[in-house]
T-cell receptor
């Protein structure tokens, strides 16, 4: 089977840096994706890691350690519009993608 | 064009109705997906089509019937649904893993209410 764990809620202030963690257990692991979802909206792709290390895309960075079955999403220079739910999702070799329960990020002034 | 479109945006149906959800993409993706998402929960995978063939069927009740008429279109036929089937139904597309493309692009979803 597969399981993913994420903290349920994180709160941070504007301009700060926040790290959201994801641990997973799966067979046939291929890669780890991160998605952002605002209330009432659809998930939008943020970042993807197939190999160990850090991927950076603007204010967003994602890290993966395959040996630790662990990844995180780092958001810098937080803005109010970053308040949303953030999901990690494991992609397996048979095109199967499973989402974690998500972390609800609240950015305060 | 990185857009996945879904119609309708909203749907209200009775338990005896038959309706269909539609999804379309023109990115040349050969894998398409249906997800179900309840409020404050993550998306749950229902079906995966790869090269127009059903490759994953997540033990979804038979009242949900997927169809992939061609590489750009994905339908979800609904019949005799239950109130607990009310949810946001999301379509996504990507290239299959053998083509080394891992990003899934999601449509805006169809918000379904079953009365």
């Amino acid at each position: 089977g597969q399981s993913l764990e994420q903290p349920s809620e994180v709160t941070a202030v504007e301009g700060a840096i926040v790290q959201m963690n994801c641990t997973y257990q799966t067979s046939g692991f291929y890669g780890l994706s991160w998605y952002q979802q605002h209330d009432g909206g659809a998930p939008t792709f943020l970042s993807y890691n197939a190999l160990d290390g850090l991927e950076e895309t603007g204010r967003f960075s994602s890290f993966l350690s395959r040996s630790d079955s662990y990844g995180y999403l780092l958001l810098q220079e937080l803005q109010m519009k970053d308040s949303a739910s953030y999901f990690c999702a494991v992609l397996t070799h048979n095109n199967d993608m499973r989402f974690g329960a998500g972390t609800r990020l609240t950015v305060k002034p | 064009d990185t857009e996945v479109t879904q119609t309708p945006k909203h749907l209200v149906m009775g338990m005896t109705n038959k309706k269909s959800l539609k999804c379309e993409q023109h990115m040349g993706h050969r894998a398409m997906y249906w997800y179900k998402q309840k409020a404050k929960k993550p998306p749950e995978l229902m079906f995966v089509y790869s090269y127009e063939k059903l490759s994953i069927n997540e033990s979804v009740p038979s009242r949900f019937s997927p169809e992939c008429p061609n590489s750009s279109l994905l339908n979800l036929h609904l019949h005799a649904l239950q109130p607990e089937d009310s949810a946001l139904y999301l379509c996504a597309s990507s290239q299959p893993l053998t083509d080394s493309q891992e990003t899934q692009y999601f449509g805006p979803g169809t918000r379904l209410l079953v009365l």
